[in-house]
């Protein structure tokens, strides 16, 4: 089992920024990627952004890249968000989660484990 706790949500103006954490602990050495994904209000969950957990190759939804960027702390056990430029849609429900090896890492059925999520709101 992994488990995932996600933390630094909250309302920000458009333009802001906020970083995200997920703390990973329990059997994280068999974790080959770690992703963020995100809810909005009736809405599908969608992926965001994923990180290899050893090479470190990033992968980003395209309406974030430039934008946001994912990091690991190896170290830390600890993924992390830096979200930049935020816009009133990417308020929604921020999941982290930890998955497998796969060939599609924006995939919700690579992911085993998920954490609880973290509200992001960004006000016009």
């Known amino acids: 089992q992994v488990q995932l706790v996600e933390s630094g949500g909250g309302l920000v103006q458009a333009g802001g920024s906020l970083r995200l954490s997920c703390a990973a602990s329990?059997?994280?050495?068999?974790?080959?990627?770690m992703g963020w994904f995100r809810q909005a209000p009736g809405k599908e969950r969608e992926f965001v952004a994923a990180?290899?957990?050893?090479?470190?190759?990033?992968y980003y939804l395209d309406s974030v890249k430039g934008r946001f960027t994912i990091s690991r702390d190896k170290a830390k056990n600890t993924v992390y968000l830096q979200m930049n430029t935020l816009k009133p849609e990417d308020t929604a429900v921020y999941y982290c989660?930890?998955?497998?090896?796969?060939?599609?890492?924006?995939?919700?059925?690579?992911?085993?484990?998920w954490g609880q999520g973290t509200q992001v709101t960004v006000s016009s």
């Open positions: 989660a930890a998955g497998r090896y796969g060939l599609d890492y924006s995939l919700k059925g690579l992911y085993d484990y």
């Open positions: 329990g059997r994280t050495f068999s974790t080959y990627v």
């Open positions: 990180v290899t957990w050893r090479a470190g190759t990033t």
